[in-house]
């Protein structure tokens, strides 16, 4: 929309390992400077949580981050880099302990948490011998998951509840298990909680 000349003292890219360099070409042909800001130990962009509505899905949509580049891969070769080392946003240290440790090489400098408690719960669901296994979405898992969000709904009504999948797949096989529950429960309270 924006004619083809230079309209931008400073581009600023955030988060650049997450834009596609075809995207960015338009905003470059129109700044004199850029700023790329960005972390190259993220994934690529990808639209593979958007797309994958079935198991063949996932697998076709996972092929697509191979190979993907983003524009902090194009330009990090041209760039004078500057790593950034203190991390203050989580508000416990234990949250970023695991990725400070395998992918920053421990050069994070962090700030310990006010919270004595651990902010985690490992939930161990077992493996059950003779059970068949979809690696992609175990039923054990999917129950235990239910189980875990019904708890929440009954015992802290009056908080949120964000549930992350690893895919669309897994995803949906979730949000079914969780209506089968709801409708064997048949609590008006659970509904509500639920109703999205």
């Known amino acids: 929309v924006l004619p083809p000349e230079e309209l931008f003292d400073i581009a600023i890219f955030d988060e650049a390992s997450q834009v596609m360099p075809a995207d960015a070409v338009p905003t470059l042909m129109r ?42 891969d194009v330009l990090g070769a041209m760039l004078r880099p500057r790593t950034l080392t203190w ?36 939930v161990l669901v077992s493996h059950r011998p003779g059970v068949e296994v979809d690696t992609k979405s175990s039923i054990d898992e999917i129950a235990t998951v239910v189980d875990l969000m019904i708890e929440h709904a009954f015992n802290r009504p009056d908080e ?8 669309m797949y897994h995803a949906n096989r979730i949000d079914a298990a969780l209506r089968d529950r709801l409708e064997s429960e048949r609590d008006a309270e659970l509904d509500e909680y639920f109703s999205y």
Request: hydrophobic content about 40%; cysteine-free.
């Open 160 to 167: 949120s509840l964000g549930v992350i999948a690893m895919g």
């Open 87 to 122: 991390h203050y946003r989580s508000e416990d240290e234990r949250l970023i302990a695991f990725s400070n440790h395998a992918l920053y090489e421990r050069m994070l400098i962090t700030f310990p948490g006010t919270m004595t408690d651990s902010p985690l719960t490992h």
């Open 31 to 72: 700044a004199s400077q850029v700023v790329v800001a960005g972390d190259d130990r993220q994934l690529p962009p990808t639209s593979f949580f958007d797309t994958a509505d079935t198991e063949e899905d996932d697998e076709e949509a996972a092929s697509l981050v191979v190979g993907f580049e983003s524009v902090l």
